[in-house]
């Protein structure tokens, strides 16, 4: 009987539990995740990564040329990945080096032209504490929308009201120039570039290959993607890390196939050329990189694999 009446109330207490669990389980779905930051130390640089959202691109064998369709989709699926709908990520550096603070590219800047996933960089920054106006620079890979449109708000305000822009000497030239509003690839996105360099006119600095844009930042020509693209060498101490830019577009396509083009390259072939050297560069010195399209943090290195690479992911606790 003793053990009987323990049964009861153990049941009747466990009943009472699920119910107090019931009542208080959350109503709605849970979030869906939206990485918003990682930080990782680099010899005596403190390097924070920030996301500036999704961007999606759709069918992948509509922007991606130089392998079969049906290779590009096997090999995505062969990662687990959606072979129908490719999005990518965008990952914003930001660093502390003695006194400067300084941002590599800046994210769409929220334009509607994106959708609603991307144009989170300045959230992200809020959520941190850190104000646009105390970036001291902002160094540009390139000038694509999804690169410079972050240099201003939507209603035009500045982001970054201080910074020194520093921006290659072809790009600059190149996304500046009206006459190329005709590109066949850029047209529609040249004015809107145009205008959020002019805002920033008496704030540019312009560099060349090879210069050291700020203490211990080296700019490597990685041209093709657009005329004047740039991989950017961090170097402290005996570390160094590449700022890649848009040398890669996705972590398995680009790496697997290296010589594969994306639809939006001023230069397909000259691209090609460019990742093909840098990739060997990574590989030999067993560099890491960061990737602005590859999943966030979008840190990692390069190993052989077959005829091209795999790119390894790096922990989140490593140090470079």
Not at 278 to 291: C, G, H, I
């Given at each position: 009987m003793l053990k009987g009446l323990a049964t009861i109330a153990a049941a009747a207490t466990a009943t009472g539990a699920t119910t107090a669990r019931a009542q208080t389980a959350p109503s709605a779905t849970l979030p869906a995740g939206n990485p918003g930051w990682h930080g990782f130390r680099m010899g005596d640089i403190d390097a924070l990564v920030l996301?500036?959202?999704?961007?999606?691109?759709?069918?992948?064998?509509?922007?991606?040329?130089?392998?079969?369709?049906?290779?590009?989709?096997?090999?995505?699926?062969?990662?687990?990945?959606?072979?129908?709908?490719?999005?990518?990520?965008?990952?914003?550096?930001?660093?502390?080096?003695?006194?400067?603070?300084?941002?590599?590219?800046?994210?769409?800047?929220?334009?509607?032209?994106?959708?609603?996933?991307?144009?989170?960089?300045?959230?992200?920054?809020?959520?941190?504490?850190?104000?646009?106006?105390?970036?001291?620079?902002?160094?540009?890979?390139?000038?694509?929308?999804?690169?410079?449109?972050?240099?201003?708000?939507?209603?035009?305000?500045?982001?970054f009201p201080n910074a020194q822009v520093h921006l290659h000497e072809a790009e600059h030239g190149f996304f500046t120039d009206p006459q190329n509003d005709s590109h066949p690839l850029l047209g529609p996105f040249m004015p809107t570039c145009r205008t959020e360099l002019e805002a920033v006119a008496d704030r540019i600095t312009i560099f060349r290959d090879g210069d050291e844009v700020l203490p211990g930042v080296h700019?490597?020509?990685?041209?093709?993607?657009?005329?004047?693209?740039?991989?950017?060498?961090?170097?402290?101490?005996?570390?160094?890390?590449?700022?890649?830019?848009?040398?890669?577009?996705?972590?398995?396509?680009?790496?697997?196939?290296?010589?594969?083009?994306?639809?939006?390259?001023?230069?397909?072939?000259?691209?090609?050329?460019?990742?093909?050297?840098?990739?060997?560069?990574?590989?030999?010195?067993?560099?890491?990189?960061?990737?602005?399209h590859f999943p966030f943090p979008g840190v990692g290195h390069l190993d052989r694999f077959g005829d091209g690479y795999q790119w390894v992911a790096a922990g989140l606790d490593n140090t470079f």
């Open positions: 996301s500036d959202g999704p961007l999606a691109q759709g069918d992948p064998t509509k922007v991606l040329q130089g392998q079969p369709e049906d290779v590009i989709r096997e090999t995505l699926r062969n990662n687990h990945l959606d072979d129908q709908n490719m999005t990518l990520d965008q990952n914003v550096l930001l660093i502390r080096s003695g006194d400067r603070l300084a941002l590599f590219d800046t994210g769409t800047g929220g334009a509607p032209a994106f959708g609603d996933d991307p144009g989170k960089l300045m959230s992200n920054l809020a959520q941190l504490g850190i104000d646009g106006a105390s970036v001291t620079d902002v160094v540009l890979t390139h000038a694509h929308p999804d690169h410079v449109w972050g240099l201003s708000s939507e209603d035009g305000t500045a982001n700019a490597i020509a990685a041209f093709g993607h657009t005329p004047g693209h740039s991989c950017f060498r961090l170097t402290s101490g005996d570390k160094s890390l590449l700022l890649a830019g848009d040398l890669a577009h996705h972590h398995v396509l680009f790496t697997r196939y290296p010589g594969i083009k994306f639809g939006f390259d001023t230069d397909p072939d000259q691209m090609v050329q460019s990742r093909t050297k840098l990739f060997e560069m990574l590989e030999a010195e067993r560099m890491a990189f960061l990737a602005y």
